[in-house]
């Protein structure tokens, strides 16, 4: 793991904390950094849907590459 110095919002990061349960600043940063590559690949999976690309469901490639994740 790297180490990183920012300057955050304050109220954000509480908001982040409070909504995800975390406890520690690096745990919500982490969370909301983690939310935002998986809306992102989302949005590229919707993308490919009905494309002959891939043969599963956009859900079902969630389901199946998130599971890992969620798992943390």
């Known amino acids: 793991m790297k180490r990183l110095s920012l300057a955050v919002d304050p ?5 982040v904390k ?15 950094l983690w ?6 690949e989302t949005e590229r ?3 490919l849907e009905g494309s002959g690309i891939v043969s599963m469901g956009v859900e079902e490639i969630l389901t199946w590459r998130w599971s890992d994740v969620e798992d943390k």
Do not use: F, Q
């Open 11 to 15: 109220d954000l990061l509480e908001r």
């Open 18 to 32: 409070r909504l995800s349960g975390t406890r520690t600043k690096r745990e919500a940063v982490e969370i909301a």
């Open 35 to 40: 939310e935002y590559v998986r809306r992102r």
């Open 45 to 47: 999976l919707r993308g």
